[in-house]
Structure formats: C-alpha cells, structure tokens
C-alpha cells in the first residue's frame, strides 16, 4: 500500500508540472520588435494565433496598453503601432485623464 501511495503523489506532481508548462507557453512573446526606442513593443503570442499585439508602458496610469493590431503582415503591424502610439501620446499630452 505504501508503494502505490507514493506513485499517487508522484503522478500528481507530474500532473502539476505539466499544467504549470502548458500555462507557460501560452505567454510567450515571440517575434518580438520595439519600435520608437523600446517605448512601444510589438509581438505575437502563441496563443493569438501569429496576429501582432502592442504592448506600451503608461507610467501615468502606471499600467501596460495591451492591443491586438489584427494584422499577420508583420509591415502592416509596424504601421498601425506607429499610429497608436502617436494617439496614445496625443491624449496624455492633452492631459486627457484615462488613456485606456
């Protein structure tokens, strides 16, 4: 009886572990470029499916903008970051309160 307990507690620990690096490959930015000197960042996931995000620090709201771009092309991504950066930037210099 001991023997089958302890492959019991093993086998859910193995459990454990394979759940915990399922988790972890589904946040895993790859393709990964900053564009105007690291203040904005674009990537895919493997959960998204190769569709660009953008991702940009507020240090007002001291919060991270995440965004999909809906694109796959990755000069088009490039393009509509450029954009949304720019408007971002837009509504904090015009003191605009909540930039989300």
Aim: glycine share 4%.
């Amino acid at each position: 009886m001991l023997r089958t307990r302890i492959t019991a507690v093993d086998n859910d620990a193995d459990v454990q572990i394979k759940r915990l690096n399922k988790n972890q490959k589904q946040v895993r930015m790859h393709d990964v470029l900053e564009i105007y000197d690291g203040e904005v960042r674009i990537f895919r996931t493997t959960h998204s499916g190769d569709v660009w995000q953008l991702r940009m620090w507020i240090s007002q709201e001291k919060k991270y903008i995440r965004k999909s771009l809906k694109t796959r092309d990755k000069l088009i991504a490039i393009e509509i970051a450029k954009a949304e950066y720019i408007q971002y930037k837009a509504r904090l210099l015009n003191g605009e309160e909540q930039v989300l």
